[in-house]
């Protein structure tokens, strides 16, 4: 089961790095980024390919958050910044062996390993 890790209260226009660390080998899977708002549905936000590091991002994200492997530390990354209070919200991230673009549709991702998911809170 993956941990993330790194979430909290951030000014908007602030920066945070989200931190997914898994057991195993990382290069087994690839990660997707969910997060889900108060009273909102799950969406996918970022997901990378962890053995040939192809990446997708939604286009709310596009050129603010940043997702990356670090293999020898088993831990992938979700580089977010200019953060907007939109992007306040519970952030999961899950493993499983679907390709990034497929974080479009959480449903696919039904069969993934979830972690517990981590708070940012961003102030406008």
């Known amino acids: 089961q993956p941990v993330e890790s790194g979430g909290g209260l951030v000014q908007a226009g602030g920066s945070l790095r989200l931190s997914c660390s898994a057991s195993?080998?990382?290069?087994?899977?690839?990660i997707g980024w969910f997060r889900q708002a108060p009273g909102k549905e799950r969406e996918g936000v970022s997901g990378?390919?962890?053995?040939?590091?192809?990446?997708y991002n939604v286009d709310a994200v596009k050129g603010r958050f940043t997702i990356s492997v670090d293999n020898a530390k088993n831990t992938v990354y979700l580089q977010m910044n200019s953060l907007k209070s939109e992007d306040t919200a519970v952030y999961y991230c899950?493993?499983?062996?679907?390709?990034?673009?497929?974080?479009?549709?959480?449903?696919?991702?039904?069969?993934?390993?979830w972690g517990q998911g981590t708070l940012v809170t961003v102030s406008s």
């Open positions: 195993g080998s990382i290069l087994d899977y690839a």
């Open positions: 990378i390919d962890t053995k040939i590091g192809n990446t």
């Open positions: 899950a493993a499983d062996k679907m390709p990034p673009h497929t974080i479009r549709l959480p449903a696919l991702w039904h069969q993934a390993s």
